[in-house]
């Protein structure tokens, strides 16, 4: 009869120490990819470093009064900073693929690796049971000498506690491997993020260039012209606003307090991205708030903190300093109610409609609709269904805005129609045949009582 054989302990033994061991050339490759990762790490340090001094220079401008300039050079600067967060994400792109480079190796090495083992944890049993026709008992009687059956014992143990170990070995190796496929699957989600992000950054470089080329061809690069425009705009804004608040008292439309959400739950998200949200926060020293606001609802400081509905005097959103191209986003899921350009509307005697320029408004489901104003780009259309925070353009300075910003309005859905003034009154100024967003004025409601 054969006795359990040390040769086959053995290579149980080997099987266990080969789980887990990688390759000298993997190791390599795995060093060679995280020093590549650990660069691109540091060189988005530097440019996040370029981008802050952008910002300071951008704030510095800011602060400068408001000329062909000035302008100018702001966009110029934008265009840099913006150059620089695509240069960012372009590493953060090649990041990504190493890390699915990096993971896909593992992946392979531990296949490999659980392939072997199960290999040789067979072959270990075959050789058993080829090797070992009787029970152990009967092995430990038909011994000659109580040596030889506490050998044979003492054998058969070490066997059973090496296989145990390696089926151990075994089953972590597999959770790993589950655990590096789940990682590659959310690295490549993450890529396809960073992928979308980069074609947005794009875009808005687009977005300002054409706003640059369109302002040097407006102003034929004259500060006269220039001013002309700013004050063509704010007479404009003054006849359009006047007319609207005519229009708005006459409305018979009827808002019930009472089916519109509750304050302060923070229904709503703030149009832009968190990370724009965040470089607020560090911008307060610029704004005197944290949200970038430059202008609040309403016209007392006591409107900007408590909920109340517009009076037909002051403003009837916020505004919200943002560089042309920065992407707009859904405030809260729903459907696009109607889009405008009110620039490109016209009187009879040639003057242009300057008040919303190109505008989204979405309806929600809970009485409320949210208004985006003064786009350079409008990514939805009317009857799309958006989700929060979706992208539904870039904001830009169209309309009356003499710097970049986003108007963002809530409205009681109750009391908001779209239509041209000229549908409702005979209106004949430049804005009579603008379609757009129009509420009775109980139905303006101050946006900080819900974001």
């Avoid at 086959?8 to 990819?33: K, N």
């Avoid at 309309?399 to 409205?411: I, R, S």
């Amino acid at each position: 009869m054969m006795r359990f054989g040390s040769s086959l302990l053995l290579s149980i033994l080997f099987a266990g120490l080969f789980l887990g061991t990688p390759g000298r050339a993997l190791a390599d490759a795995a060093s060679d990819i995280q020093a590549q990762i650990d660069a691109n790490q540091q060189q988005v340090q530097s440019l996040q470093a370029d981008i802050a001094a952008f910002q300071k220079q951008l704030d510095a401008l800011g602060a400068q009064k408001n000329t062909l300039q000035s302008t100018i050079s702001s966009l110029a600067l934008s265009q840099k900073q913006l150059a620089t967060q695509i240069q960012i994400t372009q590493s953060k792109i090649s990041s990504a693929n190493l890390q699915i480079r990096e993971l896909t190796l593992s992946i392979g090495d531990k296949e490999a690796t659980i392939a072997a083992n199960q290999d040789a944890i067979s072959k270990a049993l075959r050789g058993i049971a080829e090797g070992e026709r009787a029970p152990l008992i009967t092995t430990l009687i038909s011994s000659h000498s109580l040596g030889e059956a506490w050998q044979a014992a003492d054998e058969m143990g070490q066997f059973n506690r090496a296989l145990a170990r390696d089926i151990d070995t075994l089953r972590a190796a597999r959770t790993e491997l589950a655990t590096n496929r789940d990682a590659v699957s959310a690295e490549k989600a993450q890529l396809l993020s960073l992928q979308n992000e980069l074609l947005l950054q794009k875009r808005s470089v687009d977005a300002s260039k054409r706003a640059q080329q369109q302002l040097l061809a407006q102003t034929k690069n004259k500060e006269a012209n220039y001013q002309q425009i700013i004050a063509q705009k704010q007479a404009s804004e003054r006849s359009f606003e006047q007319e609207l608040v005519n229009l708005q008292g006459q409305l018979n439309l009827i808002v019930h307090p009472n089916l519109l959400p509750k304050v302060g739950t923070g229904l709503l998200s703030w149009p832009f991205s968190s990370a724009f949200m965040f470089n607020c926060t560090q911008r307060k020293s610029v704004f005197g708030n944290l949200f970038c606001i430059t202008q609040y609802f309403g016209n007392t400081p006591f409107a900007t903190a408590n909920p109340q509905v517009y009076s037909g005097h002051g403003h009837d959103g916020v505004d919200i300093a943002a560089p042309i191209g920065t992407p707009v986003r859904a405030a809260l899921a729903g459907t696009v109610l109607a889009t405008g350009n009110t620039d490109l509307a016209h009187d009879s005697r040639g003057r242009q409609c300057y008040s919303f320029g190109k505008w989204v408004m979405l309806i929600h489901g809970d009485g409320l609709n949210t208004m985006y104003a003064h786009l350079s780009e409008i990514d939805v259309a009317k009857g799309q269904s958006v989700g929060t925070g979706q992208v539904i353009g870039l904001s830009g300075m169209t309309g009356y805005a003499t710097g970049p910003h986003l108007h963002f309005g809530v409205y009681a859905t109750e009391g908001t129609q779209i239509m041209t003034l000229r549908q409702f009154r005979g209106a004949t100024i430049g804005c009579a045949d603008a379609t757009m967003p129009v509420a009775t004025l109980t139905a303006y409601l101050n946006p900080l009582s819900y974001l």
